[in-house]
């Protein structure tokens, strides 16, 4: 009797494991550092999407633990290893472009699925058949931003200042200076910057101001941004600003000035001000628990795991399924589903892991962004 009833809770205790069974996903971010509000961002929009799954009790649920790599791409790699050793089934890569580009070379070796939220260099895809973005691709940010500046007739003399040792601004850029001649956009002044001499911007800045620029382009992180915008200002200038999704974030920067983003113009694939159900849910829970709005960032780290669930569910995929099983799965689901999410209706991939959704136009406004569409 005693040798039966020990079996009998065993086995009990065996189907409580399955039934809790989670699917382990992880991701890197700059979590300290000066591109932390990015990582820690997407952190928390993920999080808020595996606590609202989990208390669903479906058949998909979700582990997932975060591994800071300080925007570095070899502390990326070994923030990798570290989610790989504790048993990563699917991948949320890196948060930023350059790290990410050097773990997913980890993900496809290892064949473990990756879905980047932000990481928006077209080199963390390209020859890749398992890494796929949530976000633009930088590419595609130039051109239609230009194509957005063009359209709304936000200016025609157009300046342009960029950081040539960062993929991300620099892909961007390369996009839009060879869009924006065919929409009758003269780029009249083109200035750049690098490590090591990004604090002082006034040559940059007084070249756009000589030479009338009515918009100057900023495709960049928000971190140089907040300091050409307070330069111009101290030097007269106050032209149209218009960046791209690196200068969301920009509002919750520790000890910037709000005002001196007045009126700054970004193309976004989220809008905080929406009026559908899921994105004020999103967003009073995000507020909640973080004290702030969240960013694009916030939303697309979101929409990664929702996107994992739909995908996952659909593949019939279960957690004990091997991390290379599952990937050869997502990798089915995701270049045929159509996702719905805070980031975009209509959500579909292509092979090469590209992300086709509609960028919004945003602009800020007493502190706040405000749709421009």
């Not at 932390?36 to 997932?64: C, W």
């Not at 890196?94 to 879905?115: G, H, M, Q, W, Y």
């Not at 058949?129 to 239609?144: R, Y």
């Amino acid at each position: 009797m005693k040798k039966i009833l020990t079996c009998t809770l065993l086995i009990l205790a065996m189907a409580s494991c399955a039934f809790g069974a989670a699917f382990k996903i992880g991701g890197t971010g700059p979590l300290t550092g000066g591109a932390a509000i990015y990582g820690n961002a997407a952190k928390n929009g993920a999080e808020i999407a595996v606590e609202e799954i989990n208390a669903m009790g479906g058949d998909v649920t979700f582990e997932i633990r975060y591994e800071d790599d300080t925007h570095d791409a070899e502390k990326a790699v070994n923030a990798y290893n570290a989610l790989k050793d504790w048993g990563m089934q699917i991948s949320l890569g890196s948060v930023t472009s350059k790290p990410c580009e050097a773990t997913a070379a980890e993900n496809f070796t290892d064949r473990i699925f990756a879905l980047t939220p932000s990481a928006s260099s077209a080199a963390v895809t390209e020859g890749k058949d398992n890494v796929f973005q949530m976000c633009f691709v930088d590419p595609n940010q130039g051109s239609a931003s230009a194509q957005y500046i063009a359209d709304k007739k936000l200016g025609k003399k157009i300046a342009v200042i960029w950081k040539n040792d960062d993929v991300y601004s620099k892909g961007i850029r390369d996009t839009f200076v060879e869009k924006a001649p065919s929409l009758g956009l003269e780029i009249v002044s083109e200035t750049t910057f690098a490590d090591g001499n990004d604090g002082d911007f006034s040559v940059q800045i007084a070249a756009a101001q000589n030479e009338g620029a009515e918009l100057v382009f900023l495709p960049m992180y928000y971190q140089p941004a907040s300091l050409i915008l307070y330069q111009a200002k101290s030097m007269g200038y106050a032209p149209k600003w218009f960046g791209v999704d690196g200068m969301d974030g920009i509002l919750t920067m520790e000890g910037f000035d709000k005002t001196l983003a007045e009126g700054v113009m970004l193309l976004t694939p989220f809008n905080a001000d929406a009026t559908d159900e899921r994105t004020k849910n999103f967003v009073a829970k995000y507020q909640a628990k973080h004290g702030e709005i969240p960013n694009q960032f916030a939303a697309d780290g979101y929409d990664c795991v929702y996107a994992y669930k739909e995908a996952l569910e659909l593949a019939k995929a279960t957690p004990d399924m091997s991390a290379e099983t599952i990937c050869a799965k997502m990798i089915e689901q995701f270049t045929s589903m159509t996702f719905n999410g805070v980031t975009g209706e209509n959500v579909k991939w292509a092979a090469n892991g590209e992300v086709t959704k509609d960028p919004k136009g945003m602009v800020i406004k007493d502190g706040a962004y405000i749709g421009l569409d």
